[in-house]
């Protein structure tokens, strides 16, 4: 059992950045592939970003390529996106999630979060 808080939401203007942070807690951390969604008013759910239990190896979805990093911090157990270069259309509420490998944690993540919202100004 895993169990996932995010926070760091807020509102900014466009060209702005944000850092999401996401806090786990049960099972240890470091076992999971880790990932952030977030799902915009009206819109599927959409993939942001992952990342392996090491670190090593990151995925972001195009939208956000050059503009969002993932990262994690096994020791605090906490992972984080870093949003850069903020858009209108990356308004969401982003949540993190948590898979046991990097497919999983993409398609059908085990876990979830509250989610946290972010609004993009213009």
């Known amino acids: 059992q895993v169990q996932l808080v995010e926070s760091g939401g807020g509102l900014v203007q466009a060209g702005g950045s944000l850092r999401l942070s996401c806090a786990g807690s049960g099972r240890p951390f470091s076992a999971y592939c880790m990932g952030w969604f977030r799902r915009a008013p009206g819109k599927e759910r959409e993939f942001v970003a992952s990342?392996?239990?090491?670190?090593?190896?990151?995925d972001y979805a195009d939208s956000v390529k050059g503009r969002f990093a993932i990262s994690r911090d096994n020791a605090q157990k906490r992972v984080y996106l870093q949003m850069n270069s903020l858009k209108p259309e990356d308004t969401a509420v982003y949540f993190c999630a948590a898979g046991q490998n990097m497919a999983l944690v993409r398609a059908a993540p085990n876990y979830w979060g509250q989610g946290t919202q972010v609004t993009v100004s213009s």
């Open positions: 990342i392996n239990w090491s670190g090593g190896s990151t």
